[in-house]
């Protein structure tokens, strides 16, 4: 995979921050995610509206401690 450096403001960088479904989450799934609502509002607005909801019921379970990690995951699923 490639890689490139991009430069942005502390502001920009905290607002992705906020997108964050989980603490490792990197930014170029934030980007990814906050692209693919971009490109769907305008055809798919419930769609979007939907995502966006998702987003903020996994960050409330994530608050409240309610996850797997990644290793308690795997066990479950017989990894």
Do not use: Q, W
């Not at 403001?9 to 921050?17: A, I, S, W």
């Not at 995610?33 to 994530?62: C, F, G, M, Q």
């Amino acid at each position: 995979m490639d890689a490139t450096t991009i430069k942005i403001h502390g502001g920009t960088k905290e607002l992705l921050d906020n997108f964050r479904e989980y603490k490792n989450e990197s930014y170029d799934e934030v980007i990814n995610k906050v692209l693919y609502i971009a490109k769907n509002v305008k055809h798919k607005p419930e769609l979007s509206v939907e995502t966006v909801e998702a987003i903020d019921r996994a960050r409330k379970r994530i608050k409240e401690g309610k996850y797997f990690t990644e290793a308690e995951a795997a066990k479950r699923l017989g990894l």
